[in-house]
T-cell receptor
């Protein structure tokens, strides 16, 4: 099992550009989520999904879209990148109470 | 007020020492509690769940104090490999996960 995979690992964007962060899991978990991690703060939930075709907003959803067309994939789309979106992004899938995180994407917006 | 608060540290301890730190949570209806470990520039990984009666996993002991709304983690006989950031995670009764910002532990030789 690869677990949770994320691409790319690093990305630099200019303000206003859009991009998609990819996330995939091979554990057949229904629940998937996206977090951002900023210095001095805990992980904050951006969006989550309880199954294919179902998504919902988390704590900090503004500026991000998600879709869940399959159980395996949960991409996160930045619509128009802003410097405030510079962060480390983690995708996670979960079974019961344990979260399995991907390796993260380090995004810098100039 | 943050839902989960942790002393950021760092806690610098020599090998073999015991180190302990707490995490406080604001929602008295929280139902489940966890410690995650995060190595530098890596993803968080579950270290252990925290049960009401307290639980131990090798050199790690976790305690829950519902009356005072805190959980603790104690590491005995510290190893160099224990150097990491430890995240306190709380699951509320409406199934919302809240993460603390983490406590950094550095074990020196």
């Amino acid at each position: 099992n690869a677990g949770v995979t994320q691409t790319p690992k690093f990305q630099v964007l200019k303000t206003g550009q859009s991009m998609t962060l990819q996330c995939a899991q091979d554990m057949n978990h229904e629940y998937m989520s996206w977090y951002r991690q900023d210095p001095g703060m805990g992980l904050r939930l951006i969006h989550y999904s309880v199954g294919a075709g179902i998504t919902d907003q988390g704590e900090v959803p503004n500026g991000y879209n998600v879709s869940r067309s399959t159980t395996e994939d949960f991409p996160l789309r930045l619509l128009s990148a802003a410097p405030s979106q510079t962060s480390v992004y983690f995708c996670a899938s979960s079974k019961a109470d344990e979260q399995f995180f991907g390796p993260g994407t380090r995004l810098t917006v100039l | 007020r943050k839902e989960v608060e942790q002393d950021p540290g760092p806690f610098n301890v020599p090998e073999g020492a015991t180190v302990a730190f707490n995490c406080t949570y604001s929602n008295s209806a929280s139902q489940s509690f966890f410690w995650y470990r995060q190595d530098c520039r890596k993803e968080p990984k579950l270290l252990m769940s925290v049960y009401s009666s307290g639980n131990e996993d090798g050199r790690f002991t976790a305690q829950l104090n519902r009356a005072s709304q805190y959980i603790s983690l104690l590491i005995r006989d510290s190893k160099l490999s224990d150097s990491a950031t430890y995240l306190c995670v709380v699951l509320s009764n409406d199934y919302k996960l809240s993460f603390g910002a983490g406590t950094t532990v550095t074990v020196r030789a």
